[in-house]
């Protein structure tokens, strides 16, 4: 094997998106990080992520935030720093498949408002579901970064890797990243895999990977020593547990050698100590659980993701079924062996431990059926590694067609359809893609914005008739 260069690591910072959406369900405000933008905009990071995955559907629904004006502020603040989101191929940011006119709009969009790097990843690896994606953000100048998610399983050897980044690299992605959600990748598992596919692709090819089960700092160490290009850390007050290996921790580790970052600590030091009263905050609230810091090593054995194990938490809490909690766990790696093997994230994770949860409640496997599982069982999210279970199919879908083709091929242009439902609420171009995503989401947003606005108007009017708010 060729000697792999050694040089400075890159960085990736996580703390504005996945780092507070994997310990704090992404409740992050933008008035809580955007004092903090100055001085991160001059650590020097590769790209900060800041956007996308569950960010937007939090800001409408939770925050009562338009994620297009965090963007841009953002974009605003950061004056040095490439800033990244996340990005689920064909779902855009939702849960289900869009038309390509839709999903050509949000890349422009996206890059229009300020984003440089899109992050882009399918559910069950499906390439057709990547490259509609990919096409639109070379064609507006963004970086196209296809992610395959990372999953074991006797289909994912290290030649289905090898041949899956090569499919990337031919389909014009500018990097690849491996996308470990559930923090399966052992040191010297990434050792080789990192190896592997340096030799079979020239673009760049960044790590991502969680600490839920306790190996991602190694992890991380020896994927740089074997080549690895970036890594994504967070700062060290939301790092650990289901989020990323800690920053300056990364950071001190390659000092000195030849993959030293040549960030600053004490800048670092500096960022840390803002956003530590707001972890705090987090903890004193219960918004952050003491559960998600710790390491659990049911992740390796269950494949289970960090966000899962919250969700199958609070779905059992919610069916007051908590004590059948390790029974679900078990039944998680059967139904997803029914449902071919697919990688565990977004949105194949929830409609897999939703089932999971349904078949040990009920007592019978497949008694209750959701919607979603169906739509995976007859091909409409795409195509599995490996063969669906043909009595769960039968089970479940009866005699229905099982589509072949590329799910959105069915799926007839929407975006005129969406800007004339959406038109009584439209006070910005962007505003139909907040629609397209989440429409009773969004449109109680637009409702409460309105609201806000017409209260602002009648204080000026107020405040210019001589009368003071209280």
Aim: net charge negative; with cysteine; charged share 25%.
């Amino acid at each position: 094997m060729a000697d792999i260069a050694k040089k400075p690591i890159k960085i990736t910072e996580t703390i504005l998106r996945d780092a507070h959406q994997s310990l704090i369900a992404t409740r992050m405000t933008t008035e809580e990080m955007l004092p903090i933008v100055d001085k991160m905009d001059k650590v020097g990071y590769h790209s900060v992520e800041c956007w996308g995955g569950a960010t937007f559907d939090a800001s409408l629904r939770f925050l009562k935030e338009d994620p297009w004006e965090r963007l841009r502020k953002f974009r605003d603040g950061f004056k040095n720093t490439k800033l990244q989101m996340l990005f689920r191929g064909q779902n855009i940011l939702g849960y289900s498949q869009y038309a390509d006119d839709v999903v050509e709009y949000f890349v422009q969009k996206s890059i229009a408002n300020g984003i440089d790097i899109i992050r882009i990843f399918d559910c069950l690896n499906d390439i057709r579901n990547l490259q509609t994606a990919v096409t639109a953000a070379n064609k507006e100048k963004g970086h196209a970064q296809v992610a395959l998610s990372y999953t074991l399983g006797e289909a994912y050897t290290l030649d289905y890797w090898k041949d899956m980044a090569k499919k990337v690299e031919d389909m014009g992605a500018n990097s690849l990243c491996i996308k470990d959600m559930a923090g399966l990748l052992l040191p010297y598992t990434a050792t080789e895999l990192v190896q592997a596919l340096k030799e079979t692709v020239d673009i760049p090819i960044q790590l991502h990977t969680h600490y839920t089960s306790g190996v991602a700092s190694m992890t991380y160490l020896k994927a740089v020593e074997a080549g690895v290009d970036v890594i994504d850390t967070a700062m060290s007050p939301f790092a650990l547990g289901t989020s990323q290996p800690a920053t300056e921790v990364m950071v001190e580790t390659f000092k000195g050698t030849p993959y030293d970052t040549g960030l600053d600590q004490k800048l670092l030091a500096e960022i840390a100590d803002y956003f530590r009263p707001i972890r705090d905050h987090a903890l004193d609230t219960g918004l952050l659980n003491p559960k998600n810091l710790g390491v659990n090593i049911k992740t390796l054995l269950y494949q289970v993701p960090g966000g899962m194990l919250s969700n199958l938490t609070s779905q059992l809490k919610d069916l007051h079924a908590e004590d059948k909690y390790y029974e679900v766990l078990e039944e998680v790696p059967r139904v997803r062996k029914d449902l071919g093997e697919c990688p565990l994230v977004t949105p194949s994770s929830q409609i897999v431990g939703t089932q999971a949860v349904m078949n040990v409640i009920n007592g019978e496997r497949y008694k209750m059926v959701p919607q979603q599982t169906k739509d995976v069982l007859s091909g409409h999210y795409g195509k599995t590694v490996k063969p669906f279970n043909p009595e769960v199919v039968k089970k479940c879908i009866g005699d229905e067609e099982v589509i072949t083709c590329r799910p959105a091929d069915l799926i007839p242009p929407q975006l005129d359809k969406l800007k004339e439902e959406c038109a009584k609420w439209t006070q910005q171009e962007e505003d139909v893609l907040s629609y397209a995503l989440f429409p009773q989401v969004a449109t109680e947003f637009f409702k409460y914005r309105e609201a806000q606005q017409t209260k602002v108007d009648e204080t000026v009017a107020d405040t210019k008739n001589g009368a003071y708010p209280v």
